[in-house]
């Protein structure tokens, strides 16, 4: 039984930390998720205030939550539970939230290996308008099987990293990845920079215009910088607990975090210069990639090959993802229940995999079955977006800012002394006062008190 802190693996190389974690961070949530909200949410100023909540908020608490997972070695039930007994129950809020979010997760993953085989195929070439865009998704989401086949593939995916392990598996795909993301993106970038009438577009995203701004932007951008940093889902704990005793938690936390808005950035300069080429509305909602996006692609030379390439970028970006979030419950339930790491890898793979299929048939035939009005791919959405993630990150801040013992806090930031003890009081600030202020703003925002 490997759940003692001694006998557990660590990763490899001096970059190992920084890649696995930005791995996690960097997903749909920046590709397919930041363009939108940043375009229904005014663009250049939306993303200044971004910028702000990414560092004012992320980072403190994304250093929090490697602070708990490294000085305790342990899955994200275990290593809160090694802390402090009476604190368990935020492992098990992160486990859960991470099983449902995998469960739609794995959805939308699908929808984009489904729209890859559709642009490869020719398909999304063949469309021309954007009512035939809309027709189309809506059907392919719709479809009985199609998105599940998709669901199961990623779902297989993913398992084949996690039944490797730590080093051989997250590690070491994390490292095949994360370039090729980057060189992916950076093309796609180029390309958008020099599409005619394109210009606009990065006005759009990089002139902030205050006047657009309201309190709820705020709190948007807030959810949005929360969901892309991967945090308060126990995957930053539990990632933590395979890091080294000297990788520097504080240069980590910041490389994650400074790659993940990159990505961000990219992906809007991707985005808006595309659609401000054809004129359409940025703030076209959820299905800017996968309904206007394929218009826009349309248009130009070398259409097939762009769109598949952008699908491609994708869907590595969401695997790096869902890795992240299986080894969550797959090192809980192995550590935990004591199983394998086999059985417990697989257990977790048909369970998620189980609820994607639920989640996706939420779709169309399952439509019926709702939660207060909302589908189950939509429940799970907003259960864990707007209730189990505000309230694990406000009660990690408590946690670690009033709870967790100073010595234990100030080893893990410095490595026993080794490394200067620079930013702990603006650290220990933040995390005591300023943050968990505005996660309960956040929370009751989300809740409809506003
Ligand atoms: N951060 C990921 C993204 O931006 C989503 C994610 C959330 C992954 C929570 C793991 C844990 O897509």
Redesign the pocket.
């Known amino acids: 039984m490997k759940h003692h802190s001694h006998a557990r693996v660590t990763l490899g190389g001096k970059l190992s930390a920084v890649l696995v974690a930005a791995g996690?961070?960097?997903?749909?949530?920046?590709?397919?998720?930041?363009p939108y909200v940043a375009g229904d949410n005014g663009g250049g100023a939306f993303l200044a205030i971004y910028i702000l909540c990414v560092l004012l908020l992320g980072l403190p608490l994304m250093l929090a939550e490697f602070t708990v997972g490294r000085a305790s070695h342990r899955n994200a039930v275990g290593a809160f539970r090694a802390l402090d007994s009476r604190w368990s129950f935020l492992g098990y809020n992160g486990v859960l939230?991470?099983f449902l979010?995998l469960g739609f997760?794995l959805v939308v993953s699908g929808w984009t290996a489904g729209y890859m085989v559709r642009s490869l195929t020719g398909e999304l070439a063949r469309l021309f308008s954007a009512a035939e865009y809309e027709a189309l998704f809506a059907e392919f989401i719709r479809d009985p099987w199609r998105p599940l086949v998709y669901t199961g593939l990623i779902a297989l995916a993913t398992h084949s990293v996690i039944a490797l392990g730590v080093r051989k598996g997250i590690e070491r795909s994390a490292k095949v990845l994360m370039p090729l993301l980057f060189v992916v993106l950076i093309a796609l970038s180029v390309h958008s920079l020099l599409l005619p009438g394109g210009g606009e577009g990065l006005r759009f995203f990089f002139r902030p215009d205050f006047s657009q701004v309201t309190p709820s932007t705020v709190l948007v951008a807030l959810g949005q910088a929360f969901?892309?940093?991967?945090?308060s889902?126990g995957?930053m704990v539990t990632y933590a607990s395979y890091f080294k005793p000297d990788t520097d938690l504080r240069h980590t936390a910041l490389n994650v975090t400074i790659l993940?808005t990159l990505v961000a950035v990219l992906a809007g300069v991707v985005v808006f210069p595309a659609v401000f080429s054809v004129g359409i509305a940025p703030s076209s909602g959820p299905s800017l990639v996968f309904i206007t996006l394929p218009g826009i692609f349309n248009g130009m030379p070398l259409s097939m090959v762009w769109s598949s390439v952008f699908f491609l970028l994708l869907i590595v970006?969401?695997l790096t993802?869902?890795i992240?979030?299986h080894e969550?419950v797959t090192a809980y339930l192995h550590e935990e229940w004591h199983l394998s790491r086999r059985a417990a890898a697989w257990t977790t793979t048909l369970s998620t995999g189980a609820l994607g299929a639920v989640a996706s048939l939420s779709m169309g035939v399952l439509g019926g079955w709702t939660i207060c009005g909302l589908n189950i791919f939509d429940s799970l959405d907003y259960l864990t977006a707007n209730i189990m993630l505000p309230v694990g990150g406000l009660l990690t801040c408590l946690f670690v800012g009033w709870r967790l013992d100073r010595q234990v806090l100030r080893a893990q930031l410095t490595n026993d002394g080794t490394l200067p003890f620079r930013i702990y009081r603006l650290f220990l600030v933040l995390l005591r006062y300023f943050c968990p202020v505005i996660l309960l703003l956040v929370f009751l925002d989300n809740l409809g008190v506003f």
Do not use: Q
Not at 24 to 34: A, E, K, P, T, Y
């Open positions: 996690s961070s960097v997903g749909l949530g920046n590709i397919w998720r930041f939230a991470a979010i997760y969901f892309s940093l991967s945090i889902i995957t993940d970006a969401a993802s869902t992240s979030l969550v």
